[in-house]
């Protein structure tokens, strides 16, 4: 390691040259990196990259996202959650958003799911789903012989 970069500190503010033979320090260049960043036109090419990325996963056969899902770096993911928990609760916006959507989250849970219908075939109330289950139960059983 160079005797002047020194962990902690600040980095030295280097004079190189460009692909043009022209010297640059390196906080001009990193000012305009940051200026390109921030832009309204950089913003509107990261919308249409990440619209057409989109595009591209909506054609992509479920068997390669599964496989592709199998290959993701979970436990790296998994540890970033408290931070990422931690870093949204930190943001005032965010608070606001999720205290307007909790009324809504309340009356969403303590609606009935669905609706009891009639007693099932073995003797238990069923519900719109059991029936649907019970009646395509029926129909492949009945098919099938």
């Known amino acids: 390691m160079r005797v ?6 600040v980095f030295p503010d280097y004079e190189l040259s460009d692909h043009k033979g022209k010297h640059r ?17 950089t913003a509107q090419q990261l919308n249409k990259h990440r619209h057409r990325m989109f595009l591209d996963l909506m054609k992509t056969p479920e068997s390669e996202l599964a496989h592709n899902l199998e290959r993701g770096p979970h436990a790296a993911i998994d540890a970033m959650v408290p931070a990422i928990v931690m870093h949204n609760l930190a943001r005032e916006e965010f608070r606001t958003a999720l205290r307007e959507e909790f009324p809504a989250l309340h009356e969403l849970l303590l609606a009935p799911t669905c609706e009891v219908t009639a007693v099932g075939r073995y003797g238990h109330i069923g519900t ?13 059983h009945e098919r099938d012989r």
Not at 4 to 9: E, F, K, L, T, V
Not at 26 to 41: D, G, H, I, N
Not at 128 to 140: H, Q
């Open 4 to 9: 002047d970069i020194i962990p902690g500190a």
């Open 25 to 41: 320090k390196l906080s001009a260049l990193q000012q305009q990196m940051a200026q390109k960043l921030s832009s309204e036109e």
């Open 128 to 140: 719109n789903i059991d029936m649907l289950t019970n009646y395509r139960e029926y129909y492949w």
